[in-house]
């Protein structure tokens, strides 16, 4: 059985139409009690460097400064791995090493370009 051309665009139609109806044209009536999404426009950073994204010294010094303590203290851990024993608080500095790196070359590298 062989559907005609036309019937088929009636039966498109069917199917399209009440997707168009569920869009609202503009100006139409907003329903009581209908608070619609604030429109936020994307603002790009702005790339001269205003003192308020300039990295304050002294965190960035004491960041540092805590960085190397864990880093030193890293050295009898690794040994004690090696004789079998597992430090318990080995996987804590490591990540607070990680942290503090990442926060560090995050405030670092924007004022290399």
Same mark, same amino acid.
């Given at each position: 059985?062989?559907?005609?051309?036309?019937?088929?665009?009636?039966?498109?139609?069917? /199917?399209?139409?009440?997707?168009?109806?569920?869009? /609202?044209?503009?100006?139409?009536? /907003?329903?009581?009690?209908?608070?619609?999404?604030?429109?936020?426009?994307?603002?790009?950073?702005?790339?001269s460097g205003s003192p308020a994204q300039q990295p304050h010294p002294a965190a960035l010094q004491r960041e540092a400064k805590e960085l190397l303590e864990l880093s030193q203290s890293l050295q009898p851990d690794i040994e004690s791995l090696s004789r079998g024993l597992l430090p318990k608080d080995l996987v804590d500095k490591l990540k607070r090493i990680e942290k503090l790196s990442k926060r560090l070359r995050g405030e670092i590298a924007p004022l290399g370009n």
């Open positions: 059985m062989s559907v005609p051309p036309a019937s088929l665009l009636f039966i498109l139609l069917g /199917v399209c139409t009440p997707a168009w109806s569920q869009s /609202v044209p503009s100006g139409a009536p /907003v329903p009581r009690g209908y608070d619609p999404p604030p429109h936020t426009v994307y603002a790009p950073p702005d790339p």
